[in-house]
């Protein structure tokens, strides 16, 4: 077998696991059992790249993150079955008791501060539930990137990690602590002021980053309740001619439907799905075009790119041009072609707007240097949380139980991930700054300026970022600091 051969093999079986993963996730009837047994195969087949191959580096590593991943499915699956069935609720939302998957929309429409209180004490206490299982799977990784790994290659998830986004340990950690530290005065200081104005009081530790994502544009959603997410966003991308026969959005509301809008890149590039639920008219638009961001990017990718190239694309690369595209229902001249047009309105949103991206830097430092030291110092899960709470507490200013981490819909999850956001939201300014650059501050108005994303978007992992990136915090920071 031949490396060709093999890459069409593994694709054939990728496509297979993420349909019935999507399926899973969209609460659809999916079966377990296929997806454990994809899981072995996939496991066989990144076995037999490293028996036979040893380049290109892009699937070396993959090979690994792919044993591990297909190692621990068991457990993954254990963590998602008891996510909706052991962390609930005694209280009910649309007739249903709160679960894992539910909690967010409860949130988002409670209007008793303490029905919310009680489901947050009552999942962090039953994270119990959750805890062994993520403890295991986590220790399961470990020993799969020991076996698999040298000391020159891929000694432990979170060097494979800085390795695919080509990035040092201490530039990562120096990056992310900078952004932190630029951001947690003015957060805590804008938190105090609109906590009293949305909440009638100062925050507390329930008060979470999802929940204020809904809460704080409560009293102007009204403006936006004629806007339709879906149709709006595939408007606008049919405008700039990308090929919309190549996405599919499921906006529906089921039971056990993930609960954050996620994208799934089935076959890159000609089946990319989107997935999100309802919760609140603005967040709505800002989720939706998030994700379509990304399928926007996976369906541009050229079709006859490596196999590496289409799928290897790294997480602060993935994650660039979702938060560019919801940068849009951020920006004032486009939501004025939206019908927006109350001047006082969009200040005010603006204002709402530059909170949420310092509540964002500020939890995700907190998120990220958790979850680099878990991997680096091989910390328990009691010293996980007891970390968590103090960089919370150190960035966020809130006493927030350190259990929370488990709680939440990526650390449990991904092996790092959470910095990825910090460097595509850096990158994704300076995007919208070379656009507007070269096709004005309206550049989604120009077709060209489709056109040349789909230029930039092409190469899938094999991206220029130095096109339009010099990796500059000081464009964002700026932008949410003055």
């Known amino acids: 077998m031949n490396l060709e051969q093999w890459c069409q093999l593994d ?8 349909d019935e993963r999507y399926k899973q996730y969209a609460g659809l009837p999916y079966s377990e059992k296929a997806i ?50 052991k962390v609930v609720s005694k209280l009910k939302f649309a007739g249903a ?65 800085l390795e695919n986004e080509r990035i040092t340990h201490s530039k990562l950690m120096q990056f992310v602590k900078s952004m932190g530290q630029q951001a947690k005065k003015p957060f805590q200081e804008y938190l105090s002021d609109l906590s009293q104005k949305v909440l009638g009081r100062q925050a507390e530790y329930y008060d979470d980053f ?25 408007s606008l991308l049919k405008h700039l001619q990308f090929d919309m026969s190549r996405i599919a959005i499921d906006a529906q509301n089921r039971k056990n439907k993930y609960p954050s809008p996620i994208c799934f890149f089935v076959q890159v590039p000609t089946d990319i799905r989107v997935l999100y639920k309802a919760e609140s008219p603005y967040f709505d638009l800002q989720g939706c075009y998030h994700e379509m961001g990304h399928a926007m990017h996976a369906s541009s990718v050229n079709e006859n790119a490596t196999y590496w190239d289409r799928y290897g694309i790294s997480m602060g ?16 001249l486009y939501l004025k072609s939206l019908g927006v047009t109350d ?53 966020v200013g809130l006493d927030v139980p350190g259990e929370y981490w488990m709680l939440h819909h990526i650390l449990p999850d991904a092996i790092m991930y959470v ?41 899938g992992a094999s991206i220029k970022l130095d096109k339009f990136s010099k990796m500059d915090p000081g464009v964002f920071m700026k932008e949410i600091t003055s």
């Open 210 to 234: 999802y929940f204020f994502r809904n809460r704080v544009y409560s009293d102007i959603e009204r403006h936006f309740a004629k806007v339709r997410p879906p149709d709006q966003v595939t």
């Open 11 to 18: 694709e054939r079986i990728y496509v297979a696991e993420s």
């Open 343 to 395: 001047e006082k309105v969009l200040d005010d949103l603006e204002r709402r707007n530059n909170f949420m991206e310092l509540f964002f830097v500020t939890f995700y430092t907190a998120n990220s240097l958790m979850k680099a030291e878990f991997w680096r110092k091989g910390l328990s899960m009691e010293q996980a949380s007891d970390l968590y709470a103090k960089l919370l507490r150190e960035y």
């Open 419 to 459: 910095p990825s956001y910090m460097l595509a939201a850096v990158r994704a300014a300076e995007l919208e700054r070379h656009l507007q650059t070269r096709f004005g501050e309206e550049w989604w108005s120009q077709a060209q300026a489709g056109a040349h994303l789909r230029e930039i978007m092409a190469p």
């Open 97 to 161: 008791p709160v679960n894992w998957s539910s909690w967010r929309q409860f949130n988002s429409r409670a209007k008793d501060d303490g029905a919310r209180k009680q489901v947050f004490d009552e999942f962090v206490k039953k994270t119990r539930f959750v805890s062994p299982v993520i403890r295991k799977r986590f220790a399961e990784i470990g020993r799969v990137y020991e076996r698999y790994g040298t000391s020159k290659k891929v000694p432990s998830p979170l060097d494979g990690y």
């Open 317 to 332: 690369v993935a994650e660039i041009f979702s938060i560019f595209l919801e940068r849009l229902t951020k920006n004032r």
């Open 36 to 85: 454990k047994s994809l899981a072995e195969i996939k496991n066989t087949s990144a076995r037999s790249f490293l028996e036979n191959f040893d380049k290109p580096r892009e699937l070396v590593l993959a090979a690994i993150e792919n044993i591990a991943d297909s190692s621990t499915k068991n457990l993954e699956l254990e963590l998602y079955d008891a996510r909706n069935k």
